[in-house]
T-cell receptor, first 116, second 116 residues
Framework: GAVVSQHPSRVICKSGTSVKIECRSL??????MFWYRQFPKQSLMLMAT?????????EQGVEKDKFLINHASLTLSTLTVTSAHPEDSSFYIC????????????FGNGTRLTVT | DAKTTQPTSMDCAEGRAANLPCNHS???????VYWYRQIHSQGPQYIIH???NNETNEMASLIITEDRKSSTLILPHATLRDTAVYYC?????????????????FGQGTILTVHP
């Protein structure tokens, strides 16, 4: 089945530094990927839609200058958390759609970010 | 996209069928019903999806009522490893237009606990 790989699975960084998270589609090409964030005991919240070769579309309330998204190829999207603060500590999850518009999304295993 | 309502939690005995209900009374004609589950600290796992016909795969069955206002996910023989949060999501189809981009909007889901 379709596999979405996320790296790293866990990262700890100091406040003020930047962290890059990679999302790869291993056995298919993904023109669109989605980035979610999940705080403890809460549901997933969509942050942005990443489109290959164009600018990402951010959900309301998500700062595009803080969460930089690059989707430079059909198999790789990256999320960079810039100038991270403790409140950015969360579980970040990417997903990609396989096939047509109505096809299901497949998710990576997430990245646990802890900002100290 | 139409909103969904699910029970907060359910219990099921190991080996028995788990029937998870979902109400989506405002669903429109071109919206699909998707089911995902999330085991603690992992990314969501796709289970099944459908439009109006009942669907079955190796993981589960999806029963959609004739008026499409509700559906039930059936895990025929629940195991301890099926303990997870189950999300029922309704998403617009190809002609939904707007800015949906095929994204999935997660609610709070149902916490299913399978016990010995």
């Amino acid at each position: 089945g379709a596999v979405v790989s996320q790296h790293p699975s866990r990262v700890i960084c100091k406040s003020g530094t930047s962290v890059k998270i990679e999302c790869r589609s291993l056995d298919f090409q993904a023109t669109t990927m989605f980035w979610y964030r999940q705080f403890p005991k809460q549901s997933l919240m969509l942050m942005a839609t990443s489109n290959e070769g164009s600018k990402a579309t951010y959900e309301q309330g998500v700062e595009k200058d803080k969460f930089l998204i690059n989707h430079a190829s059909l198999t790789l999207s990256t999320l960079t958390v810039t100038s991270a603060h403790p409140e950015d500590s969360s579980f970040y999850i990417c997903s990609a759609r396989v096939g047509t518009y109505n096809s299901p999304l497949h998710f990576g295993n997430g990245t646990r970010l802890t900002v100290t | 996209d139409a909103k969904t309502t699910q029970p907060t939690s359910m219990d099921c005995a190991e080996g028995r069928a788990a029937n998870l209900p979902c109400n989506h009374s405002t669903i429109s004609g071109n919206e699909y019903v998707y089911w995902y589950r999330q085991i603690h600290s992992q990314g969501p796992q796709y289970i099944i999806h459908g439009l109006k016909n009942n669907e079955t795969n190796e993981m589960a069955s999806l029963i959609i009522t004739e008026d499409r206002k509700s559906s039930t996910l059936i895990l025929p023989h629940a195991t301890l490893r099926d303990t997870a949060v189950y999300y029922c999501i309704v998403r617009g189809g190809l002609n939904a237009g707007g800015t949906s981009y095929g994204k999935l909007t997660f609610g709070q889901g149902t916490i299913l606990t399978v016990h010995p």
